[in-house]
């Protein structure tokens, strides 16, 4: 069974650039999770993608948006970077209809915005 | 709304101490599932327990326990015979009803040898 994959792992990109982020679903998972963490911080709730469609969105201004693809894997897109968009994000899986299923998360995509 | 509160935001303690770290929620929802993740330095989120509404039952796993109390709203966290591999963030987290998990902002325990 593998596990979630998100990449790169590392990141530098200039304010005012647009930046993709990439995330391999753990086998069997069918809804997809981005979470933001800021240094210091507990991951917060991005949005959600559950077949293919936005699931559920956090608090967080449209310029984040997501896609995810018939093989359940995703993409976090973010637009006009900000300083302040520099964080960890964190991908997770989850089977949707389960809900108890503990969200299963990559080792996340460090984003540094100068 | 829901919310979950790590009051501790780092905790030292030599090897060996037994250590308890604290988780306050709020929900309004009556069906909801509580967790707690490790976050090492190398950044990946390791989940630890899961425990729904319905279970007040406390948790053994190893030097692990878990103390869920629905009369304080509490979710506590104790490691045993503490060890240096056990320094990490660690994450209380809140998944109410069908909603999105919440999460605390994590307590940051050290572990000295």
């Known amino acids: 069974e593998t596990g979630v994959t998100q990449s790169p792992t590392h990141l530098i990109k200039t304010r005012g650039q647009q930046v993709t982020l990439r995330c391999s679903s753990q086998s069997g998972h069918n809804t997809v999770s981005w979470y933001q963490q800021a240094l210091g911080q507990g991951p917060q709730f991005i949005f959600q993608?559950?077949?293919?469609?936005?699931?559920g969105r956090g608090n967080f201004p449209p310029r984040f948006s997501g896609l995810q693809f018939p093989n359940y894997s995703s993409e976090l897109n973010v637009n006009a970077l900000e300083l302040d968009d520099s964080a960890l994000y964190l991908c997770?899986?989850?089977?949707?209809?389960?809900?108890?299923?503990?969200?299963?998360f990559g080792n996340g995509t460090r984003l540094t915005v100068t | 709304a829901q919310k979950v509160t790590q009051a501790q935001t780092e905790i030292s303690v030599v090897e060996k101490e037994d250590v308890t770290l604290d988780c306050v929620y709020e929900t309004r929802d009556t069906t909801y599932y509580l967790f707690w993740y490790k976050q090492p330095p190398s950044g990946e989120l390791v989940f630890l327990i899961r425990?729904?509404?319905?279970?007040?039952q406390n948790e053994i796993s190893g030097r692990y326990s878990w103390n869920f109390q629905k009369s304080t709203s509490s979710f506590n966290f104790t490691i045993t015979a503490s060890q240096v591999v056990d320094s990490a963030v660690y994450f209380c987290a809140l998944l109410p009803g069908y909603s999105t998990l919440t999460f605390g902002k994590g307590t940051m325990l050290l572990v000295s040898p």
């Open positions: 997770a899986s989850s089977q949707k209809g389960e809900f108890d299923s503990p969200l299963h």
């Open positions: 425990r729904n509404s319905f279970d007040e």
């Open positions: 993608y559950y077949r293919e469609e936005e699931n």
